[in-house]
């Protein structure tokens, strides 16, 4: 069974940092593109970024290019979300998604970014 | 950055038909855009239903089904179940990334 395990959220003021990990069993986390997606409270869904097998190509939404550097250690099965200059904005609770067809979610972890 | 439109809301009857569509701001929605549909009932974490604008999971009921209709990405369900009613989004690939739409919140009355 595939099971993603995110980790790492919390309160953090504005202009603080956070790093998110999503921990992967069941697959062979190497194969496969590596996705990360958040949602505001009471909002849609926001397609973060992505990173390709080989952490050779990755992707971002345009409201945290520069902020958020997504990477990932196939040795330990695990993809991070290093988030720095957080803004109210950022807020949501954040889900990491893995398979061939955007097939895995995990149960996500919320980021609050508040004074 | 592209906008992906979705209708807000819908409204289908127990056992009717409802059609869904995801349309882009740069123009039709092509296979191209890899086009996605996604499920998400209150208070769960979302599920996929549809990839490739056409392709179902073995988790998806049969009683769905995606298709490209007329330069949008479509999604039908046929005889709607009252379980069926969530937040459907639609998600799809550009150059520089990708894009949800908005939602579509269903409901089945």
């Known amino acids: 069974e595939v099971e993603l395990v995110e980790s790492g959220g919390g309160l953090v003021q504005p202009g603080g940092s956070l790093r998110l990990s999503c921990v992967a069993s069941?697959?062979?986390?190497?194969?496969?593109?590596m996705t990360w997606v958040r949602q505001a409270p009471g909002k849609g869904l926001e397609w973060v970024a992505n990173?390709?097998?080989?952490?050779?190509?990755?992707y971002y939404v345009a409201s945290v290019r520069g902020r958020f550097t997504i990477s990932r250690d196939n040795a330990k099965n695990s993809l991070y979300l290093q988030m720095n200059s957080l803004r109210a904005d950022d807020t949501a609770v954040y889900y990491c998604l893995s398979g061939t067809y955007y097939d895995y979610w995990g149960q996500g972890t919320l980021v609050t970014v508040s004074s | 950055q592209a906008v992906v439109t979705q209708e807000p809301s819908l409204t289908v009857s127990p056992g009717g038909t409802v059609t869904l569509t995801c349309d882009s701001s740069t123009g039709a929605v092509t296979s191209g855009h890899y086009p996605y549909w996604f499920l998400q009932k209150p208070g769960q974490v979302p599920t996929t239903l549809i990839y490739d604008a056409t392709n179902k999971y073995s988790w998806t009921p049969a009683r769905f089904s995606g298709s490209l209709l007329g330069g949008k990405a479509a999604l039908t369900l046929s005889g709607a179940q009252p379980e069926d009613e969530a937040v459907y989004y639609c998600l799809l690939r550009y150059s520089s990334g990708w894009v949800f739409g908005g939602g579509t919140k269903l409901t089945v009355l």
């Open positions: 069941g697959l062979t986390f190497s194969s496969y593109w």
């Open positions: 990173i390709n097998q080989g952490a050779s190509a990755k």
